[in-house]
C-alpha cells in the first residue's frame, strides 16, 4: 500500500509539472522552469524509493518488465532534469514525465516480483548501461517530435504558438543529435559489455533483445553517419529517430510484455 501511494504522488507530481510544462509550449502560462524541476524532482524522490526496493529483490540480466519501468522512469527523469540546467531540452518533460509516472503505477500495482542474486559488476555495468541508453534515446525521441512539430509549423508558416515556446529550429535540431551521441556511447557500452559479461548474448532468452538492440545501433549510427555526411537533417532526422527508438523499445520491453504478462511468467 505504501508503495502504490507514493507511485500515486509521484505520477500526480509529474503530470503536474508535465501539464505546466505543455501549457508553456502552447503559451497559455508563462514559462517557470523552476516550477517545472521542483515539481518533477519531488515527484522523483517519491519514485526513487521505489527503485531502491528492487535491488537485492528483482536483480536479472533481464530485470521483469514492471522493475524495468521503474528504473528506467527514474533514470529518464533524473537524466533530464540534470540536463535541462545546461541545455535547453525542458520541453520534453511533456512526455517523458506523464510516461514515468504511468509506467511507475503499473508497476506497483502488479504482483511483487520474486526474490534472486544480485548482478555481478560486469552485469550490473550492461544492465544499467542498456537502462541508461533507452531513458537518454527515449528523450530523444521526445525531442524529435517536438522538433517535428516545429519544422511543421514552419513550413506552414505559423510562427506563434509552439514555434514561439521552443528554442530555434537549428537549436532544437543540435540538440536532438547531441541526445543521440549520448544515447549512441550508452548503448554502444551495453552492447559491448553485454558480450563480455554475459555468458551467451545470443541465448534463448536474449537473442531478441541482442538482434533488435543491434538493429537500433545500425539505425542510430546510420543515422549520425547520413547527417554529418550527408547532410540528413529536419523530418529525415526525426523519422529516422523515432524508429531507432520503436525499434529499441521492442528489444527492451517486447519479450518481457510477452512471458511477464501475457504468459505470466514474470
Known amino acids: 500500500m505504501q508503495a502504490l501511494s507514493l507511485a500515486v504522488l509521484a505520477f500526480l507530481l509529474y503530470l503536474a509539472a508535465s501539464s505546466w510544462q505543455g501549457l508553456t509550449l502552447t503559451r497559455r502560462v508563462a514559462p517557470r522552469p523552476m516550477l517545472v524541476r521542483g515539481l518533477a524532482g519531488l515527484g522523483l524522490l517519491c519514485h ?11 536483480a536479472q540480466v533481464l530485470p521483469g518488465l514492471y522493475a524495468s519501468m521503474v528504473m528506467l522512469g527514474a533514470m529518464a527523469v533524473a537524466v533530464l532534469l540534470v540536463a535541462s540546467l545546461f541545455k535547453p531540452v525542458l520541453g520534453a518533460a511533456v512526455g517523458v514525465l506523464p510516461l514515468a509516472g504511468l509506467a511507475l503505477l503499473l508497476a506497483a500495482m502488479a504482483p511483487a516480483p520474486l526474490p534472486s542474486e544480485a548482478l555481478p559488476p560486469g552485469v550490473a555495468l550492461h544492465a544499467v548501461s542498456s537502462l541508461l541508453a533507452f531513458a537518454v534515446l527515449a528523450i530523444a525521441a521526445v525531442q524529435a517530435v517536438l522538433l517535428g512539430l516545429q519544422n511543421r ?21 543540435r540538440l536532438l543529435f547531441e541526445l543521440i551521441w549520448t544515447g549512441m556511447a550508452l548503448l554502444t557500452l551495453a552492447i559491448l559489455s553485454g558480450f563480455v559479461f554475459l555468458d551467451n548474448m545470443f541465448a534463448q532468452h536474449l537473442a531478441h533483445k541482442t538482434i533488435l538492440s543491434l538493429a537500433a545501433w545500425v539505425i542510430f549510427a546510420t543515422l549520425l553517419f547520413s547527417h554529418h555526411r550527408l547532410g540528413w537533417r529536419g523530418m529525415r532526422a526525426v523519422r529516422w529517430t523515432l524508429g ?16 511477464d504478462v501475457l504468459l505470466g511468467r514474470g
Open 48 to 58: 526513487l524509493p521505489l527503485v531502491a526496493g528492487l535491488f537485492g529483490h528483482d
Open 153 to 173: 509549423a514552419l513550413r506552414q508558416h505559423q510562427v506563434r504558438g509552439l514555434v514561439q515556446a521552443l528554442p530555434p529550429l537549428t537549436t532544437m535540431e
Open 244 to 259: 531507432g527508438c520503436a525499434v529499441l523499445l521492442l528489444a527492451y520491453f517486447g519479450s518481457r510484455f510477452v512471458l
